[in-house]
């Protein structure tokens, strides 16, 4: 039998070894075997079980892209991992874009308004983005606001990018280029039905109240998550 699995590109992958897992009830460990056998040899088997070593799971995680690169974290980056960065901007004033379709928020388009302090999220190609009540770096147990823009999600805060031109990249490097992408893009619709921003006027109103102006976000129009930083950094 010959069994074919497409991972993409065309370099051709050999079978080399297998990791075996055993589990107990309250204990378990991993075995590696190398493949020896096969083609002329016969069929493949399994060697002798070998001990796992620090330099064998590093070389791993490296051929599974699972590495880190070396970088110089900036200091408003909160989290790095192999899978996912975390960090957070403070307040500014920033160009807004909103779709053709609605009147109202077009009216609004390429106008310059003030933005809360945000905490960005950017997992693969996902992302996540909350409000904070301070501008100011927030801590594991600083309670998140529900971010006050279109095609962000108020419950989990994921984003529906559209249009936006997001990086492929999800490094240090490239989270200037993540917030470039999610304002430069247009603000279509609401994603969810949690309520986005506790203004009389609703979304509309907020952003209306707040065009071509230069003072602070009104913070007290925020809308809590009802999640801390740790959860938020944490959640899958």
């Not at 460990?29 to 001990?51: I, K, N, R, S």
């Not at 200091?75 to 500014?92: F, H, P, Q």
Request: glycine share 10%; proline share 5%; with cysteine.
């Amino acid at each position: 039998m010959e069994a074919r699995v497409d991972i993409g590109g065309s370099e051709v992958l050999e079978l080399k070894g297998a990791l075996l897992v055993y589990r107990g009830r309250s204990r378990g460990f991993v075995t590696w075997h190398q493949v020896c056998g096969g083609q002329a040899d016969g069929a493949p088997f399994l060697g002798e079980a070998q001990e796992l070593t620090t330099e064998f799971i590093h070389h791993l995680a490296q051929g599974l892209g699972t590495r880190i690169p070396m970088e110089i974290l900036p200091e408003n980056i909160l989290v790095r991992t192999a899978e996912s960065i975390v960090w957070w901007t403070a307040a500014k004033v920033r160009p807004m874009f909103f779709a053709a379709h609605d009147e109202d928020a077009s009216k609004l388009n390429g106008k310059r308004s003030p933005q809360p302090a945000l905490v960005w999220k950017v997992s693969g190609s996902d992302l996540w983005v909350r409000a904070l009540q301070e501008n100011r770096r927030p801590c594991p147990d600083t309670q998140l606001m529900v971010a006050p823009y279109w095609n962000v999600d108020g419950e989990t805060a994921w984003t529906c990018q559209g249009s936006m031109r997001s990086p492929d990249d999800s490094g240090v490097a490239a989270i200037a280029q993540w917030e470039l992408a999610f304002f430069q893009s247009e603000f279509t619709h609401q994603t969810g039905a949690r309520k986005l921003t506790s203004h009389p006027g609703g979304f509309i109103g907020l952003w209306t109240s707040l065009a071509g102006g230069q003072r602070r976000f009104p913070t007290k129009h925020l809308i809590a998550a009802k999640e801390t930083l740790q959860e938020f950094i944490t959640r899958s």
